[in-house]
């Protein structure tokens, strides 16, 4: 079965500009996970979606990162105004359950010049 | 706050030998504690986690872990390295069995390097 998908692999822009990084969870997995990993560190939690909506955003850094999972399946995380501080590996995760084990993404690497 | 520390940032052992990557949290309640591999290019993988009961917990790929409450560690071991070993480590907390709800803390990781 497939596992969860993240595109683009890669995605390098210029300071200022916005983008979106898409998570496609594994099939049937109410529990949608975004993380970022900047070099030399571990996994940030970012936000936590249960379904559609939110159910803890406290890990966004600012309001230039936002979060969407519309029908509770495919989610996007967009970022707004671009900084280099920005550039980091961003990891997506899946799990069935609130309780389930989580399965990981192999990430999407951002890279603000 | 919960915290998670992972002294070693980076662990050269010999292919065949004995390992053990250490972990030390900080956590208000009982904790949940994990760890998982990343190798390059790959998603995290849970090697395995503890929550409750027997203090040494068995993962994949021949890898265990102990709980020590006193100590608040958690730390990994195997008893012979191979070489597809070589990867980043991190050990992890959290509020809930799966690793879920309210997100996992990782320490920033160890990266393990096997001489032949």
């Known amino acids: 079965g497939a596992g969860v998908s993240q595109t683009p692999s890669n995605k390098v822009t210029e300071k200022g500009k916005y983008v979106e990084l898409r998570c496609d969870p594994i099939?049937?997995?109410?529990?949608l996970y975004w993380y970022r990993q900047s070099l030399g560190q571990g996994p940030e939690f970012l936000i936590y979606?249960?379904?559609?909506?939110?159910?803890?955003d406290s890990g966004l850094p600012n309001d230039r990162f936002f979060a969407v999972r519309p029908e509770g399946s495919v989610s996007t995380l967009k970022i707004q105004r671009t900084e280099r501080g920005d550039s980091a590996v961003y990891l997506c995760?899946?799990?069935?359950?609130?309780?389930?084990?989580?399965?990981f993404g192999n990430g999407t690497r951002l890279t603000v010049t | 706050a919960q915290s998670v520390t992972q002294p070693d940032i980076h662990i050269t052992v010999s292919e065949g030998a004995s390992l053990e990557l250490r972990c030390n949290y900080s956590?208000?309640?009982?904790?949940?504690l994990f760890w998982y591999v990343q190798s390059p290019g790959q998603g995290l993988q849970l090697l395995l986690k503890?929550?409750?009961?027997?203090?040494l917990v068995q993962g994949i790929k021949g890898f265990e872990a102990e709980f020590k409450r006193s100590q608040s560690s958690f730390n990994l071991r195997k008893p012979s390295v191979h070489w597809s070993d070589a990867a980043e480590y991190f050990c992890?907390?959290?509020?809930?069995?799966?690793?879920?709800?309210?997100?996992?803390?990782f320490g920033k990781g160890t990266h393990l390097i096997i001489q032949p």
């Open positions: 503890y929550f409750s009961g027997d203090t």
């Open positions: 992890a907390v959290g509020a809930v069995s799966g690793g879920g709800a309210d997100g996992l803390t």
């Open positions: 956590y208000g309640a009982t904790p949940y």
């Open positions: 995760a899946s799990s069935r359950a609130r309780d389930s084990p989580l399965h």
């Open positions: 979606f249960q379904g559609t909506g939110a159910a803890d």
């Open positions: 099939s049937g997995h109410t529990a």
